[in-house]
């Protein structure tokens, strides 16, 4: 972020250690000033003024784990950021990292709406990881530029509920046969644990993560500086199936998410994908709305 030419000033908050993280960074040439905020009392100040916050709070995955398995740790540090930013910045956009995103964006709307700053074009879960990875597999596939490649990825960010839709991948490759397209489908949704499982024990992805993030709020900001025609894969209240959380695309503007956008034309395989994607993520919308309204 502080490489991002729309980006005037950048607060780095943590629990501690954020003043040398900050030190560091404000080195970089780049117009950005940086702060570093440390420990619970100045959070209120970290936020304060804020146009866009990024949450990327919270334990990682180790090897066996699944995203839900972080559910206990991570939905209560979400929580109370949450609580914070409905606070000190209420009209700020909302960039959701932590895991399980499938639960940690319903349980930052529950959070906004009681404390009665919910708005739902300002609130996103962070799918640009999958979109990342699927153009990275498919060129690789394909032997096409990456830089070209273009995968609208769906659903949600946990496991099958990642569904890269291959079959609108552009440059279109006609070459690609079944078994090929449900491997590239399997390696997009096991992204994560790819990583999990290189690292061994000592995380899940950070570079490629901070590189996603980064995209993805570079969009926002460019949507809240008028930039036409901004649309990026991000999970938000949708009404574009029966769940009430999403991943698809969506136009960035002045105020947010302007507009939910259709899934398009599906393969027989995508559709059958979006079936079995769907009780999982209802499962886990559900299981952060309960978290956010029993405690
Ligand atoms: C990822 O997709 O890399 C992140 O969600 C981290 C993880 O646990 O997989």
New binding site residues.
């Given amino acids: 972020m502080k490489l991002d030419p729309l980006v005037s000033s950048l607060s780095l908050y943590d629990i501690a250690n954020t003043p040398g993280v900050a030190a560091d960074v404000s080195h970089i040439n780049s117009p950005a000033q940086v702060e570093g905020y440390a420990g619970e009392e100045q959070l209120g100040k970290a936020l304060e003024g804020s146009d866009v916050v990024i949450i990327p709070a919270g334990v990682?995955?180790k090897p066996g784990m699944t995203?839900d398995d972080?559910f206990n740790i991570n939905a209560g540090i979400v929580k109370s950021l949450c609580t914070a930013i409905a606070n000190y910045c209420p009209h700020a956009l909302v960039n959701m990292?932590s895991?399980p995103?499938n639960s940690t964006v319903p349980i930052a709307a529950e959070v906004f709406k009681k404390a009665g700053t919910y708005d739902e074009k300002k609130l996103f879960g962070v799918t640009t990881?999958?979109v990342v990875r699927a153009k990275t597999f498919y060129a690789g596939k394909v032997n096409v530029p990456v830089a070209e490649v273009n995968v609208p990825v769906i659903g949600g960010?946990?496991g099958v509920t990642i569904l890269p839709l291959f079959s609108q991948a552009t440059p279109k490759s006609n070459n690609l046969s079944d078994e090929e397209i449900k491997a590239l489908t399997k390696r997009t949704q096991d992204?994560?644990?790819e990583?999990?499982e290189a690292k061994a024990g000592k995380g899940?992805?950070t570079l490629?993560?901070a590189y996603a993030g980064a995209v993805f709020a570079d969009a926002c900001l460019m949507g809240l500086n008028g930039v036409p025609d901004i649309v990026e894969c991000t999970f938000v209240q949708s009404s574009v199936t029966e769940l009430p959380f999403f991943a698809s695309k969506v136009r960035l503007g002045k105020n947010g998410a302007d507009e939910v956008l259709g899934l398009g034309p599906l393969s027989d395989y995508e559709k059958q994908g979006l079936e079995s994607l769907k009780p999982e993520l209802k499962a886990s919308i559900e299981k952060g709305i309960q978290f956010a309204n029993r405690s």
């Fill in positions: 990682p995955r995203r972080l990292i895991n995103v990881l999958d960010h946990a992204g994560g644990t990583v999990v899940s992805a490629s993560m």
